[in-house]
Structures are given as C-alpha cells and as structure tokens.
C-alpha cells in the first residue's frame, strides 16, 4: 500500500539522518543563551527601569507646567469677564442717567469725606423721585 512505502521510506531515509543529527547535538549553546538571556534581564531591565523613571518625571514636569499655563488662561478669562461685567454695569448706569459710576469715584476720591458711597446712592435717588412726580 501507499501508507506502507511512505512509512517505510520515512523510516529507511529520514529517521537515520534525523538520529544523526540527535546524538552529535551538545547544548552547550543553550547554556550561552540562558546566560545571556539572564544578563539581559538584571542588567538591561535596569536601566530600562531608570529610562521609564526619568521619562516619567519629564512627563510630570510638562503637567506641572501646562496647569500653570491653564491657571493662568483661566485667570485672564476671569479678569475679562470681570472688566466685561464692570463695563455693562457702566453702560446700564449711564443710560440710566447716572453721572460717574461709583467705583470711580471711590478710587479719585480714597480718603475723602466729600464723595461716599452713600453719596452715589444718592445720585441714584433723584431720577427716583422724578419718576415719582411724573406719576
């Protein structure tokens, strides 16, 4: 049968080679590359670890400074806001008929008695009173 020849084949051609091959084979290689396999990972393993060490340090570095950066993004929008809430608040009195906020008038005026805060409440009351008449 086929089976029988290719065993036999298989046995008569290949195996003797193959036995061959098997005895004269030493492992001393094996040897040489478990020692250097072991080397690799004690001493290569190390200085990978410091490599990662110091790339994670400059990483936290780059955060550090980029929420510095974002701190102080988010103080100029913050001011804006503020400066833009200050100028509204500017329009609304003027087109009230207010004269001079009272922001202004406190910082001209630091330390003197002749403008107050109770006297820009008074600015206020006269466009009050007339409405009061007209009514």
């Given amino acids: 049968s086929v089976?029988?020849?290719?065993?036999?084949?298989?046995?008569?051609?290949?195996?003797p080679k193959i036995a061959e091959l098997t005895d004269g084979l030493r492992c001393s290689f094996l040897r040489?590359?478990?020692?250097?396999?072991?080397d690799g990972l004690c001493f290569d393993l190390v200085v990978g670890i410091i490599g990662l060490r110091d790339a994670l340090f400059m990483l936290g570095l780059l955060c550090l400074a980029m929420a510095i950066v974002m701190y102080f993004v988010w103080l100029r929008l913050h001011q804006h806001r503020a400066l833009e809430r200050l100028h509204y608040d500017c329009q609304a009195k003027a087109a009230s008929g207010g004269t001079r906020p009272a922001f202004v008038v406190t910082q001209e005026t630091a330390g003197s008695d002749e403008y107050s805060s109770s006297s820009?409440?008074?600015?206020?009351?006269p466009a009050s009173d007339s409405s009061d008449d007209a009514g």
Wanted: proline share 0%; net charge negative.
């Fill in 3 to 15: 089976g029988d020849g290719m065993l036999g084949l298989l046995l008569d051609k290949v195996m």
């Fill in 120 to 125: 820009s409440s008074d600015e206020s009351s």
């Fill in 32 to 38: 040489k590359a478990l020692t250097s396999a072991t």
